[in-house]
């Protein structure tokens, strides 16, 4: 029997994973790429002279990563070099007031103690405890289940689970559920900023992404030659597996035939056939016709476009800085949290926001802050993003921070929306505002036959291991929906 053909739209990390698996199943596959290297979001950007990781930062849940690469037969430590970290992230107030958060929790616990009392550290003891429950409640049954819909989460989950569904708040918002752990505004901010994780506010976001908490205590890995390896290396070992791929070949439309998914045609005219068709981009781009008419319909056309979630205005620097020692992961917080999602609500950038530095060795920083998937619509200018960088440097100088770029690149929503057309600049696909939401992205099978999805906006969400999961059932869904034999 000849091989089945299958075309993977977008080098993503779900677009690589399931390449890798379902060559390594038996399957012809082609992976289309608009971009002229794989990656998607996992990308790097050069700046004088020095390649800086612009997306991902750190590697998490690892054993889902070793897994994949033993299904194929590869140990991960013979491909990639993780250097684990001790400090998971330093946090800063204007105040001048710092915490570290460990890999050791038992050290989290007592330099939370030293911050903000005994109570404290008491209510950081009961919320780590709450966050593993919630972890191990969905990691299997939901998580790593093809899309189970309410009802599949609950049998999922077992009646020996019945009360852990209950137990973990699925209808509190995370904000609201933190009120339950810490008096101190300062580690509510400082927690609260796991929705953001997801692209989504915490005062609206599900209690449930306390698991992130969970993930982060299992480990936090930095890859050794930046975070693009890890696409480089999945990239590699598909190839070795027989996948082709083809870069700087956008794809202008899935082709279908007799109702079915047929291939896809690119933009120069190319017609390129076969049996099934991945799609690893934002469910945004189908949705809103980026790839045909058929292929909108599969995932509920544009009436069903999802809200979207965060987008971000991003620098990657090549900077001198002093006055504060930065760790890897570094989180200068404002005054007005609350003030800060709500101006981004309002399509604005936020007056005083939370900012994020990732110092990636010497010169190298990375800075994030939030801002609004409004990129397509408003494209800011020159005089925002001014004011936004004088407050950021403004603020950094409270906590002791003296930045000097000497070379730097921009990209805000406006670049985030060319890259990812039809999100605004979302970085996070749908946007998580009550506790429905999770529910409601897409699962692996599209409604027309031999379209798949994989990627960050669909079932299990986004962040590179969710992203990475959601290729694996993707490759998992299609080796049972056309009975492939394994090599």
Known sequence: MAQRRIIIIGAGIGGLVSALLLAHAGFAVTVCERAGVPGGKLRQVAVGGEAIDAGPTVFTMRDLFERIFADVGADIADHLQLEKQEILARHAWKDGSRLDLYADAAASQDAIGVFAGAQAARGFAAFSARAQEVYETLNLSFMQAQRPGLMGLARNAGFSKAGALLRISPFASLWRELGNYFTDPRLRQLFGRYATYSGASPFTAPATLMLIAHVEQLGVWRIAGGMHRLAQVLTQLASAQGAVFRYNQAVAEISTNQGAASGVILADGTRLSSDIVIANADVAALAGGLFGAAAARAVGGARA?????????????????????????????????????????????????????????????????????????????????????????RTLAQAGLAIEATHSSLTGPAEFATMFPHTGGALYGRALTGWRDPFARPGARSLLKGLYLAGGSVHPGPGLPMAAMSGRLAAARIIQDYDSTSR
């Open 305 to 393: 476009m999802p809200p979207r979630s965060l987008s971000a205005l991003t620098w990657s620097m090549k900077a001198a800085h002093h006055g504060f020692p930065l760790s890897h992961h570094n989180v200068f917080f404002g005054d007005d949290y609350e003030g800060e999602f709500a101006a981004i609500a309002r399509g604005a950038l936020p007056p005083d926001p939370t900012i994020y530095i990732c110092h990636q060795g010497g010169a190298r920083l990375f800075c994030l802050v939030n801002a609004p998937a409004t990129g397509d619509a408003h494209a800011l200018s020159n005089l925002e993003i001014a004011r936004c960088q004088e407050t950021l440097y």
